[in-house]
């Protein structure tokens, strides 16, 4: 059974930071790329970033460069998302994916994980 589980998010102050974990099973985890995305109340699912499974290339949306930074740990089958200098637009419920390409198109992740709440206050 395919598996995604993120979590690390909660309630922070705006300039602080958080960081995210998605633990992933039952499947080749080498073979995907990792995405995260975010869905804030009312508003569609957008894509924050993303890491390839064969250079870790990564990739991120203009609102997040120069504060997000993803990684990967292969061993681990875990992929993080260091979130600093956090602005209250960036509260949100955060969802990690899995997808054959490195892509931000929510479309074109097939595995997803339940969400977990980030919420940063002004």
């Known amino acids: 059974e395919v598996q995604l589980q993120a979590s690390g998010g909660g309630l922070v102050q705006a300039g602080g930071s958080l960081r995210l974990s998605c633990a992933a099973s039952g499947f080749t985890f080498d073979d995907y790329a990792i995405g995260w995305f975010r869905q804030a109340p009312g508003k569609e699912r957008e894509g924050v970033s993303c890491i390839s499974s064969s250079d870790g290339s990564t990739y991120y949306a203009d609102s997040v460069k120069g504060r997000f930074t993803i990684s990967r740990d292969n061993a681990k089958n875990t992929v993080d998302l260091q979130m600093n200098s956090l602005k209250p637009e960036d509260t949100a419920v955060y969802y990690c994916?899995?997808?054959?390409?490195?892509?931000?198109?929510?479309?074109?992740?097939?595995?997803w994980g339940q969400g977990t709440l980030v919420t940063v206050s002004s």
């Open positions: 994916a899995a997808s054959t390409g490195a892509v931000l198109a929510v479309q074109r992740y097939g595995y």
